[in-house]
């Protein structure tokens, strides 16, 4: 047996390379044809790209432009007044189509309203509750503790009234809709702790309306959608321009253009998004100065402790 096992190893090296050989002769024009398919292939794709007709898109087609926001930056604060216009765009245009389920109306006393004024602006909405005693649903006017009602009664009903596309409710699409604005910008915003990609994009969908498309993309778009290079999503969407000049009247005489609209309404679903993001900066900063000064602290007393030791 002992015998058996060496000669049975020393048999299997030296057929070993024969066969490794024979692979390679069988496996040899499969190899070849297939490496001479890919380069035919490269270079059909390469031929392609030249002449325009395999380039790849990429969206959006256009990147939002960086605005100066109040609540931006480690001190950033709500403008208070520009987001009172936001809430009036909201309901008289955008509210048509797309609900905030996530936001109360008594979350609007963070926006300098009186609670007789929230209550009076809850009772301008019906909302659905119930069952009633006889186990029926009931309308009845809001109420500040209830959250802001969506326009249909479901998604299959939204998508139905907007051509088989349901609008998105709004409540959180400031933090939902950003434009990634990739390496090395998103190294730089840890430190200016830029976080404002989702109004921006906001802000220049609604205003990129106006723009022409390229014959290409031109050719391509579907019947019933609206050319926008800031769709993050595709060269068009099926949303029409929501609003125009002078469109909705603000009282305290800011100019009435789609422009300052959208800057007003993308600064409110910020908010919406989230409320207490000017409480965290300010808490943020508080608790950066107290560890700069604790650590300082410590240094002294390792000092003072440690002073007459030996090292």
């Not at 609900?99 to 004024?117: K, P, T």
Request: proline share 9%.
């Amino acid at each position: 047996m002992r015998k058996l096992l060496p000669a049975l190893l020393a048999a299997g090296l030296a057929f070993a390379p024969l066969s490794f050989a024979q692979a390679q002769d069988g496996q040899g024009p499969t190899e070849n044809t297939a490496s001479e398919e890919a380069a035919a292939g490269q270079d059909a794709s390469a031929e392609a790209a030249e002449e325009g007709h395999a380039e790849t898109p990429h969206y959006p087609l256009r990147h939002p432009e960086q605005l100066n926001w109040s609540f931006a930056g480690p001190f950033g604060h709500w403008d208070v007044a520009q987001l009172q216009r936001g809430l009036k765009v909201y309901k008289e245009v955008c509210s048509a189509c797309h609900g905030m389920r996530l936001v109360a109306f008594r979350n609007l006393e963070a926006l300098g309203y009186s609670e007789a004024q929230v209550k009076a602006f809850a009772a301008e909405y019906t909302v659905q509750d119930g069952p009633n005693g006889d186990g029926e649903m009931f309308e009845r006017p809001g109420i500040p503790s209830d959250y802001f009602p969506s326009p249909f009664p479901n998604t299959a009903a939204a998508a139905a009234a907007n051509g088989g596309a349901a609008p998105p409710d709004l409540s959180l699409i400031a933090k939902a809709r950003a434009v990634e604005r990739g390496f090395p910008t998103f190294v730089f915003d840890l430190g200016t702790q830029y976080q404002e990609a989702g109004p921006d994009y906001i802000h220049a969908l609604l205003t990129g309306y106006d723009q022409e498309p390229p014959q290409a993309i031109a050719e391509s778009l579907q019947p019933g959608t609206y050319y926008n290079p800031y769709f993050i999503s595709g060269p068009a969407l099926a949303m029409p321009p929501p609003i125009g000049d002078d469109q909705v009247e603000y009282p305290d005489g800011s100019p009435q253009t789609v422009d300052q609209y959208s800057r007003d309404v993308a600064a409110f679903m910020m908010w919406a998004a989230e409320p207490h993001l000017a409480e965290r900066k300010a808490t943020g900063f508080v608790v950066m100065i107290f560890l700069v000064v604790f650590a300082g602290l410590l240094f002294a007393v390792k000092r003072r402790v440690w002073a007459g030791t030996a090292h």
